[in-house]
């Protein structure tokens, strides 16, 4: 599938009453933590290779694979949690989540933290670590008049501070959130439910995007439009094939590798006179 394409899964599909754009960070706009999941498969595997069960180690990695894909969107504990359970199984006795979750942080830190630090120093410039067409696409929501939401499962703390260093944060008017200790408290699917409840929008009133099965499901489940950011990192100019079927999967209305389709998938979302 070349970079510029659209793929539309759901015929007619258009967000024209759409009052609210829900966005996920990483991966959806920000690829300064490209490659996390080479960097948490590899030591869930080690953790269960570790219990010598004898599996074949492409078997536990297949495995790994497989719940870290499901729960891609949501609170990054929820995966280290996935990982508990599944030594649990084996008779092994888990660390707590939280101390898996922390040297899943500690190796992603090796990997990202010249990439931040590039950023932070003014080395390069923002558009170097966004999906491509990303500042545009978000313009032209802002002023089609579109109230923006920003979620990720990423920590609050690295988020806000990354979506800043990236100059995106000032399009958030709805505001910016991430993963807390108190992992319970917040979702994107909370989040969805209180712009709900507060009488901001109807479920049918929203757009979203995501490269996660997570907030895909979400979007499609209150009667949303979702878009599904399926690039292949970190050159972001074709589709991930893998990434694709997970968002198929779960509804997404159309693929995109990237925001360069942004007057194509304008006018597709937004049919009328009135295109970006």
Same mark, same amino acid.
């Given at each position: 599938?070349?970079?510029?394409?659209?793929?539309?899964?759901?015929?007619?599909?258009?967000?024209?009453?759409?009052?609210?754009?829900?966005?996920?960070?990483?991966?959806?706009?920000?690829?300064?933590?490209?490659?996390?999941?080479?960097?948490?498969?590899?030591?869930?595997?080690?953790?269960?290779?570790?219990?010598?069960?004898?599996?074949?180690?492409?078997?536990?990695?297949?495995?790994?694979?497989?719940?870290?894909?499901?729960?891609?969107?949501?609170?990054?504990?929820?995966?280290?949690?996935?990982?508990?359970?599944?030594?649990?199984?084996?008779?092994?006795?888990?660390?707590?989540?939280?101390?898996?979750?922390?040297?899943?942080?500690?190796?992603?830190?090796?990997?990202?933290?010249?990439?931040?630090?590039?950023?932070?120093?003014?080395?390069?410039?923002?558009?170097?670590?966004?999906?491509?067409?990303?500042?545009?696409?978000?313009?032209?929501?802002?002023?089609?008049?579109?109230?923006?939401?920003?979620?990720? #499962?990423? =920590?609050?703390?690295?988020?806000?501070?990354?979506? &800043?260093?990236?100059?995106?944060? $000032?399009? *958030?008017? @709805?505001?910016?959130?991430?993963?807390?200790?108190?992992?319970?408290?917040?979702?994107?699917?909370?989040?969805?439910?209180?712009?709900?409840?507060?009488?901001?929008?109807?479920?049918?009133?929203?757009?979203?995007?995501?490269?996660?099965?997570?907030?895909?499901?979400?979007?499609?489940?209150?009667?949303?439009?979702?878009?599904?950011?399926?690039?292949?990192?970190?050159?972001?100019?074709?589709?991930?094939?893998?990434?694709?079927?997970?968002?198929?999967?779960? #509804?997404? =209305?159309?693929?995109?590798?990237?925001?360069?389709? &942004?007057?194509?998938?304008?006018? $597709?979302? *937004?049919? @009328?006179?009135?295109?970006?």
């Amino acid at each position: 599938m070349e970079g510029l394409m659209i793929e539309q899964l759901t015929a007619g599909a258009t967000a024209e009453r759409a009052r609210i754009a829900l966005f996920d960070f990483d991966g959806t706009l920000s690829t300064i933590r490209s490659g996390w999941m080479d960097v948490m498969i590899p030591m869930m595997v080690e953790v269960l290779v570790d219990l010598k069960t004898g599996e074949p180690e492409a078997d536990l990695e297949a495995l790994v694979r497989e719940f870290v894909g499901q729960l891609t969107g949501k609170q990054t504990i929820y995966q280290m949690i996935a990982l508990a359970d599944e030594v649990s199984k084996r008779g092994g006795t888990p660390k707590d989540p939280l101390e898996y979750k922390h040297m899943y942080l500690d190796r992603l830190w090796d990997r990202i933290k010249g990439r931040v630090a590039e950023l932070r120093d003014g080395h390069c410039a923002p558009e170097k670590y966004l999906i491509p067409g990303s500042m545009e696409l978000l313009q032209a929501l802002r002023e089609r008049g579109l109230k923006m939401y920003l979620a990720s #499962g990423t =920590d609050e703390v690295y988020m806000k501070e990354e979506a &800043r260093l990236l100059g995106v944060d $000032r399009y *958030f008017d @709805g505001g910016v959130y991430g993963a807390l200790d108190d992992y319970k408290s917040f979702s994107k699917a909370i989040l969805i439910q209180r712009i709900i409840q507060s009488a901001e929008a109807r479920g049918d009133e929203f757009l979203g995007f995501g490269d996660g099965y997570v907030e895909i499901e979400n979007v499609k489940q209150v009667g949303g439009i979702a878009v599904g950011v399926a690039s292949d990192e970190p050159e972001c100019q074709k589709v991930d094939e893998w990434k694709r079927n997970r968002l198929a999967g779960v #509804g997404a =209305d159309y693929i995109v590798p990237n925001y360069l389709c &942004r007057e194509d998938l304008w006018s $597709r979302l *937004f049919p @009328g006179p009135a295109q970006r």
